[in-house]
């Protein structure tokens, strides 16, 4: 049986997917959910909700609606323990994503940052952004069913 592919978001990527849906970055993650496995850490994780909690959020997200979305990413994607450190970005704020993908195994990194995007390939992993990364999602056919 073939394995998903494993895919790391950024944060910007996530938040711009549940602010905007229907976007490019929306499409990413939400066709990446669909097709494969989203990667999180815990620093990913405690990152991102710390984000979501910034008041500049809340003339578009309700607690309720920020919550939710922290509980359905949680509930599917797969947590990765960091077991081996990377220190290659030229932002070190943004190695949490290069050591999410090497140590779980991601197909690719997923992020619009100019200092990650520099890196590609990183140690075999595609580094992408949410465009290049939503032309190599399987096509659906729109007409059909």
Same mark, same amino acid.
Request: contains cysteine.
């Given at each position: 049986?073939?394995?998903?592919? /494993?895919?790391?978001?950024?944060?910007?990527?996530?938040?711009?997917?549940?602010?905007?849906?229907?976007?490019?970055?929306?499409?990413?993650?939400?066709?990446?959910?669909?097709?494969?496995?989203?990667?999180?850490?815990?620093?990913?994780?405690?990152?991102?909700?710390?984000?979501?909690? /910034?008041?500049?959020?809340?003339?578009?997200?309700?607690?309720?609606?920020?919550?939710? $979305?922290?509980?359905?990413?949680?509930?599917?994607?797969?947590?990765?323990?960091?077991?081996?450190?990377?220190?290659?970005? /030229?932002? &070190?704020?943004?190695?949490?994503?290069?050591?999410?993908?090497?140590?779980?195994?991601?197909?690719?990194?997923?992020?619009?940052?100019?200092?990650?995007?520099?890196?590609?390939? $990183? /140690?075999?992993?595609?580094?992408?952004?949410?465009?290049? $990364?939503?032309?190599?999602? &399987?096509?659906?056919?729109?007409?059909?069913?």
């Amino acid at each position: 049986m073939a394995t998903k592919p /494993r895919y790391v978001f950024d944060t910007n990527v996530m938040v711009s997917a549940l602010l905007f849906e229907n976007s490019v970055p929306g499409e990413a993650f939400y066709g990446a959910l669909a097709h494969g496995e989203i990667l999180l850490s815990e620093a990913s994780v405690l990152e991102l909700q710390e984000v979501l909690g /910034r008041k500049k959020f809340d003339r578009y997200l309700t607690p309720e609606e920020r919550d939710q $979305f922290m509980v359905m990413l949680l509930e599917r994607a797969t947590l990765i323990e960091i077991t081996d450190a990377v220190q290659a970005c /030229r932002d &070190p704020k943004d190695d949490k994503f290069l050591e999410l993908a090497v140590n779980g195994n991601a197909s690719a990194v997923i992020t619009g940052d100019e200092d990650l995007l520099a890196l590609s390939p $990183f /140690r075999g992993v595609s580094i992408l952004s949410p465009a290049q $990364f939503v032309e190599q999602l &399987p096509k659906v056919d729109k007409d059909e069913g």
